[in-house]
């Protein structure tokens, strides 16, 4: 039990995360998560919307881990990690009436946020939903001082990454189709944007 990798933010973040996809994929049957880390949120995700099927997925190096946390917890909706790399395309053949993200656009080079709505827009069934987690930036500004921090922290490792403009973000999705609906307030200045694919 104590050789899977462990990640504070998830058990922080869960709930309020769980109490949108509640909502928003409610209708839905089959989700791919884009980037499942440490595979804590697959699992309680997963066990608390019964009715999807949990598709992990992040780059190999996280697998090992990812899959610590689905054996032990058993679930017979949640499957096994593929290997996704964003601007890869092998990853774009299957099809998917959900996809989740979470933390993961601020990890990425801008190239790579591109490839992730690529690949969204080739993937997402019509009327599917797409749910993204993570802190934005709004009018080009820092919504607190803890996310220009974080901004910097990110910069200070890799410069290609770094908190995301949500305008830029919601012109990438709407070149694939998708219309915002949501934008939900979540804890610690992070935000929950919600598109559907309307075509």
Not at 14 to 27: G, K, N, S, T, Y
Not at 153 to 162: E, F, I, Q, Y
Request: hydrophobic share 45%; aromatic share 10%.
């Amino acid at each position: 039990m104590n050789d899977k990798p462990f990640a504070e933010s998830c058990e922080q973040n869960r709930e309020p995360i769980l109490a949108v996809l509640a909502e928003v994929f409610a209708d839905c049957r089959r989700v791919l998560e884009i980037g499942s880390g440490t595979g804590q949120h697959a699992v309680y995700f997963g066990a608390a919307l019964p009715h999807l099927v949990w598709q992990t997925a992040d780059v190999p190096a996280h697998h090992a881990g990812i899959l610590a946390w689905l054996g032990d917890a058993a679930l017979p909706n949640v499957r096994p990690p593929l290997a996704l790399e964003a601007c890869a395309s092998d990853w774009r053949d299957t099809r998917y009436d959900a996809v989740f993200s979470a933390n993961t656009l601020h990890i990425m080079g801008w190239e790579q946020v591109e490839c992730f709505f690529a690949g969204v827009g080739a993937v997402l069934e019509p009327g599917g939903v797409l749910a993204v987690y993570g802190p934005f930036n709004y009018g080009g500004a820092f919504t607190s001082e803890s996310n220009a921090r974080f901004d910097a922290w990110l910069k200070a490792r890799d410069p290609a990454s770094g908190v995301r403009d949500f305008e830029a973000v919601d012109a990438r999705a709407r070149a694939q189709g998708l219309v915002l609906q949501r934008d939900f307030a979540m804890p610690a200045n992070n935000r929950t944007l919600v598109w559907r694919r309307m075509e």
